[in-house]
């Protein structure tokens, strides 16, 4: 069986959706505590990435994920968002990107999705 394609374990991914402007002014303006839900550090967290000039939020995951996992996820993802902008209507659609790590940072999207730093 010759080459073909080569499964990454240590490959992380991105499980989240293309904010609009809307959402991404809420979320930039959170203080306090609720700050804390959208890190640029925590995989636990919510995290800001861009894909070209778009920008997305959502989850890195560096683990490996069953089907089941990734509804976990996007349920996680929309309970933080739900809790922090109430009044902003979510997706129910998430998209999952692969990510590669940055040089020297640690688990982050460095190629076409790649951490945004605020």
Not at 12 to 24: C, R, Y
Not at 33 to 45: A, G, I, L, Q, T
Not at 59 to 74: N, S
Not at 107 to 116: F, L, T
Request: net charge negative; proline share 5%; hydrophobic share 30%.
């Amino acid at each position: 069986m010759g080459g073909g394609i080569k499964l990454r374990p240590d490959q992380g991914v991105f499980i989240g959706f293309k904010m609009d402007t809307t959402l991404a002014r809420q979320l930039q303006a959170l203080t306090g505590p609720d700050r804390k839900y959208v890190s640029e550090e925590s995989s636990e967290y919510l995290r800001i990435c861009t894909l070209g000039e778009e920008r997305w939020v959502g989850k890195l995951i560096h683990e490996r994920l069953t089907t089941e996992r990734v509804d976990d996820v996007r349920r996680n993802v929309l309970s933080i968002l739900g809790r922090l902008c109430p009044e902003t209507r979510l997706p129910q659609q998430f998209e999952i990107l692969p990510c590669e790590a940055a040089e020297g940072t640690g688990p982050s999207s460095a190629s076409e999705a790649r951490e945004r730093e605020w």
